[in-house]
Structures are given as structure tokens and as C-alpha cells.
């Protein structure tokens, strides 16, 4: 297949929003929108990736990073003037330029992968994904002949209202033969309705200069879903929930009721875990096999846990590492904690591990018992078997030593407060 260079718009302000972050930075199942559509990028093996960026330039740049070259549309003129803002970028290119929007990242890598394929396969200047769904306003529609061939795309503002009633609409994915995409993308008139250039009116172009131009049709009307409002953005999320989970059990995983169960993205669980209801796995956490979490348990982003942990209900953990073994099953805190196999973190333990200004460390050894309502003010030690009784409160630096039982609360007034 031809090489292949990646263009993503995301100048847009996304109005419909109401926000003052750019929409494409919105968290998904805990990731930016637009992370979603630079991972399918790159998992296309694009040598290069753009990204249109406007609105809120920088907030947008910054996300983006190294992982595309960023380019500027000072004024949101339309989709094909923001296509030719990369073309210096891709002169003398001579293989495919995949477009997309930034603000789709529920675009599936297969389906791409197929549009490409067909793209190649039937030598077309631009092929475009087009899907069938129930309701279609909104979108452009696709046109075509009485023998069925694409012809055209029709912006809903510019649709009559037979045309209106087409179901095929343009998903806003294309790929285009770069040396025709830089011909004729100079060559699109602005639309007198939308006073905007239109990517789409490429298409007529290239029909009118005797080019071949095909479509990929899906009917899987989730694959399209533009973000433009909060209520597609919660849409979004219960997609993607679903698949989580799915694949989370495909593997495995006992989720004894996924309608209360929120996984968000990039979250590992090993075989035979069980996850109760009600719980909250956010980003990037890692469980082992033979865990047991929840009900009510909210595992928040930087936690690990080892093989056979058991964690209850209404227990947090944040940033902080469990062992294999590790019991902590009511009641509990852990934030920034490093805890040894076995341990036990009793009922209401909590690690005061932030001082307002700094977040600060708990280590508690292999084997250690901590006892009901114990506070371990960080940064502090526990060492392997040790014991707190119950109600103590392990004051900051006061290490309690290896095999050495601590008891008692030394909450006394001592001085006045540092700010
Ligand atoms: C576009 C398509 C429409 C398609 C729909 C799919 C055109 C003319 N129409 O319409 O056929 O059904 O997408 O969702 O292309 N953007 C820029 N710079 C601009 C304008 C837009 O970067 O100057 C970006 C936006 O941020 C967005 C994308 O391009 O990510 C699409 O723009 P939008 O205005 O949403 O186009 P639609 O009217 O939805
Ligand atoms: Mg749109």
C-alpha cells in the first residue's frame, strides 16, 4: 500500500460545548478526545501526523506534543481551507492523505484500515466513509446516480428537502491521493450559504476532471459519532464503558454487574479477578489475577495491585502500590502508599499523605497489621510485621520498626499552625 500522511482537524471551537476547554481535550474514559484519534494514526503506521489547530492553539499543541506536527488555521475559513494550511507540508508527497476530525475517537482502526484498502484497490483519488444511519441531520448527505455512483456531497444547509431525506451521510474521513488532494484543494470555491470552503466540494472536482472517487460504507452508526455536544460526549462515554468491559471479561474477568461498573481506558485486570458493583477503575491502574475489588471501591490512576489483593468497600487508593495479598477490605484511604505482601490495612485506615503542600510517602512492610482507624500521617514507616493497634495515629516520621507493635493517639495541641 502507498505511504501514508495523517491529517486531523481540530481548529474548530466546538460551540455547541459551551466550554472553555477545547472539546477535543475533553477526558473520554479518562483520555483527551484527541489522544483517541492520534493512537488510530499511529496505529496506521502514518508517517507523519497533522493536526489543524485554531481555537485555543496552544491548549491543543500542548496535548499533542511530539506525537504530530502542529499546524496553525489563524481563522476557521472551512474544512478544505484547513486542509491547505498543511499542504506546504506535503508537497511532493506522493502517497495517501488520510483526513479525519479531531473530535471522532470513536473511529474504529479496522474500519480505516478497510478504507485504505479500498482506496488502493480501486485506485481512487479520494475515497470517503460514508454511513448509513437512522437519523441523518445534520451531516452531509451522499449522493449518488440511478446506478448508485457517488456523484457528490450535499451540506445539510444546502440540501433540499429530497435530499434531506438520504440516510448515507459523510462520515468526514477520507483518503485522498496526495498529488490530486494538493491540485485541486486550491481550486474549491468558497459556499455562498456557510461562507465556508468546503473539503467536501473536492469531490465534485475530481468527478468533473475525469478521477475516480469511491466510498466505503459502514452501518455501524457509532463509528461517526462527532462529539458535539456534553450529551455525545456522555453518549461516548457508556460506547466505549461497554466495550471496556467487554473485553474485560473476554479476558477473564468476573464484572458481576457491568451497568455499575466504570472501567475507564487503558486499565489492565489479570484473570479471575472479580470486581463487585459500584466501583470506579480510572486510568492506567493495573490489577493482578485473583483480586477481588469493590463493591464501592474507587481505584484512581497510579495504583497497582499484585496478585490475590482484596479491596472493599468504600475504599480509595491513589497513586500508591499493593503487594500480592494485600487485605484492605472497609473503611480506607491509601494515597501515595507502598505496601508489602500480605499486609493488612484495617477497617477506616487512613494515610494523611498530603501536609498542603506536598504529597508524601507511606511504607508499610510485608506481613504488617494495621489496626481499625489507624492514621499514618506520610511521610512515615511501617515495618515488615509490624503492628499499629487500633486507633493509633502514627505521627510523621515516628517509624514503627520491624516486628514492633505501636499503640495510641498523640493528638495533643503542640503549636501553631505553618502556612
Ligand atoms: C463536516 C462535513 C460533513 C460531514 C461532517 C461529519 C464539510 C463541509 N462537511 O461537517 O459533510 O457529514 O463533517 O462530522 O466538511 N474544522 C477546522 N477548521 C475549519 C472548520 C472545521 O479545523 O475551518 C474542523 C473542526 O474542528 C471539526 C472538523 O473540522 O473537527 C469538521 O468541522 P465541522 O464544522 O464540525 O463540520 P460539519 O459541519 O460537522
Ligand atoms: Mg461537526
Redesign the pocket.
Known amino acids: 500500500m502507498a505511504q501514508l500522511k495523517t491529517i486531523?482537524?481540530?481548529?474548530?471551537?466546538?460551540t455547541r460545548f459551551k466550554s472553555d476547554t477545547p472539546?477535543?481535550l475533553h477526558l473520554l474514559a479518562g483520555k483527551p478526545v484527541l489522544n483517541y484519534v492520534l493512537d488510530v494514526a499511529e496505529n496506521l503506521s502514518s508517517l507523519k501526523t497533522y493536526v489543524?489547530?485554531?481555537?485555543q492553539a496552544e491548549r491543543v499543541a500542548q496535548l499533542v506534543g511530539a506525537r504530530a506536527v502542529i499546524v496553525e488555521?489563524k481563522?476557521?475559513?472551512?474544512?478544505?481551507?484547513?486542509v491547505q494550511m498543511c499542504m506546504r507540508h506535503l508537497k511532493g508527497f506522493r502517497g495517501d492523505v488520510l483526513v479525519m476530525?479531531?473530535?471522532?475517537p470513536l473511529l474504529d482502526k479496522g474500519l480505516l484500515r478497510q478504507l485504505l484498502t479500498r482506496h488502493a484497490r480501486t485506485k481512487s483519488v479520494g475515497t470517503v466513509l460514508t454511513a448509513n444511519i437512522q437519523d441523518p441531520s445534520?451531516?452531509?448527505?451522499i449522493m449518488r446516480d440511478a446506478k448508485g455512483a457517488f456523484i457528490a456531497?450535499r451540506?445539510?444547509k444546502d440540501a433540499s428537502a429530497d435530499e434531506k431525506k438520504i440516510h448515507e451521510?459523510?462520515?468526514?474521513v477520507y483518503c485522498f491521493k496526495a498529488d490530486a488532494l494538493l491540485k485541486f484543494i486550491t481550486r474549491v470555491r468558497r459556499?455562498e450559504n456557510?461562507k465556508?470552503?468546503?473539503?467536501?466540494?473536492t469531490i465534485e472536482l475530481f468527478l468533473a476532471n475525469g478521477l475516480k472517487v469511491e466510498t466505503l460504507v459502514t452501518n455501524d452508526w457509532t463509528v461517526?459519532l462527532?462529539l458535539?455536544t456534553r450529551a455525545d460526549l456522555a453518549l461516548a462515554e457508556a460506547i466505549l464503558r461497554e466495550k471496556i468491559l467487554k473485553r474485560l471479561m473476554a479476558d477473564g474477568v468476573t464484572i458481576t454487574d457491568p451497568a455499575t461498573t466504570y472501567v475507564e481506558n487503558g486499565v489492565t485486570i489479570g484473570q479471575d479477578t472479580v470486581i463487585y458493583p459500584c466501583t470506579y477503575i480510572h486510568h492506567g491502574v493495573r490489577i493482578g489475577k485473583n483480586c477481588s475489588v469493590g463493591p464501592f471501591a474507587r481505584l484512581r490512576p497510579g495504583t497497582v495491585l499484585g496478585n490475590g489483593v482484596a479491596v472493599g468497600n468504600f475504599a480509595e487508593i491513589s497513586r500508591s502500590q499493593l503487594a500480592d495479598g494485600v487485605t484492605m477490605k472497609h473503611f480506607s484511604f491509601l494515597g501515595d502508599a507502598r505496601v508489602g505482601a500480605e499486609a493488612n490495612i484495617g477497617c477506616g485506615t487512613v494515610t494523611a499523605n498530603y501536609d498542603g503542600k506536598n504529597k508524601n510517602v507511606t511504607k508499610i512492610g510485608k506481613g504488617a497489621f494495621i489496626g481499625c482507624d489507624t492514621i499514618l500521617v506520610a511521610p512515615v514507616e511501617v515495618g515488615d510485621g509490624a503492628m499499629a493497634g487500633a486507633g493509633s495515629v502514627v505521627a510523621r516520621g515516628r517509624n514503627i520498626p520491624a516486628g514492633m507493635l505501636a499503640v495510641g493517639m498523640p493528638a495533643r495541641v503542640i503549636k501553631k499552625v505553618n502556612k
Open positions: 486531523i482537524l481540530a481548529a474548530g471551537k466546538g472539546k477535543v489543524v489547530v485554531g481555537h488555521q481563522e476557521q475559513l472551512g474544512t478544505a481551507h484547513a476530525c479531531g473530535d471522532t445534520g451531516y452531509g448527505r456531497i451540506e445539510e451521510i459523510n462520515t468526514g459556499n456557510k465556508e470552503f468546503y473539503l467536501t466540494d461517526n462527532g458535539n
